[in-house]
């Protein structure tokens, strides 16, 4: 069942999270077990598998980062950033950096220790709310602290230029267009 429900519950937003832990190494990967829950305050969940990508024990590495230092980056995934995305899913040791597999920049964020991705058009600084256990993921809720937006993307009235933001989302393994925008009833 759960390989139809990820086929039907679609597309799923991408939440690109880059995190760091003690050890200093920038770390990215994308998470769509993924969605806001609230705006006031604005809240998000992601759902973080048990379990490292390098062994069965111990958590994956955007969780013990958050877990070290109780805050995170939510970038978010244009087309054009795509493949880059793919690549920072990749299994890689705690010590080495997606950023650097992927050819990314991590910049300084304003609030939280977590870096930045410099070409996401979107950047949410996010800190830890609470890690709740649920089965054999992680539910991990942020607040948000700072919203980060391309001045390409941003029109007036908090309105979003979608032909320049051009984000995807998930279907199932393979990813989605949100381009043809309509309003019910409407033209
Ligand atoms: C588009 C996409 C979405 C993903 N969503 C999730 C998710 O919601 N939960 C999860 O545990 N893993 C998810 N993964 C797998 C993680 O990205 C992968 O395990 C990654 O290596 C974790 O990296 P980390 O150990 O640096 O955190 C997803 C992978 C891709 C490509």
Redo the contacts with the bound molecule.
């Keep these: 069942m759960a390989k139809l429900v990820k086929g039907t519950v679609v597309p799923r937003p991408?939440a690109w999270?880059s995190s760091v832990g003690k050890s200093g190494v920038f770390?990215?990967?994308?998470?769509?077990?993924?969605n806001v829950i609230s705006h006031n305050p604005i809240m998000f969940i992601?759902?973080?598998?048990k379990g490292?990508?390098v062994g069965k024990d111990g958590d994956?590495?955007?969780?013990a980062n958050i877990k070290e230092t109780g805050d995170f980056v939510i970038n978010m995934v244009s087309a054009s950033l795509a493949e880059q995305?793919?690549i920072s899913?990749?299994?890689?040791t705690r010590e080495e950096s997606?950023f650097e597999k992927s050819g990314l920049t991590p910049i300084e964020s304003n609030l939280v220790t977590a870096p930045r991705v410099k070409e996401a058009l979107i950047n949410m600084e996010c800190k830890l709310n609470r890690v709740m256990e649920l089965g054999d993921?992680n539910q991990v809720i942020g607040e948000l602290e700072c919203f980060h937006i391309n001045d390409e993307v941003y029109m007036e009235n908090d309105k979003v230029n979608y032909e320049v933001y051009d984000p995807i989302g998930?279907m199932a393994a393979n990813?989605t267009f949100v381009r043809d925008l309509f309003f019910p009833g409407g033209e």
Excluded: C, H, W
């Design positions: 991408i999270i770390n990215l990967a994308p998470y769509s077990y993924f992601i759902s973080i598998g490292s990508n994956k590495d955007t969780l995305m793919q899913s990749g299994v890689y997606e993921f998930r990813y």
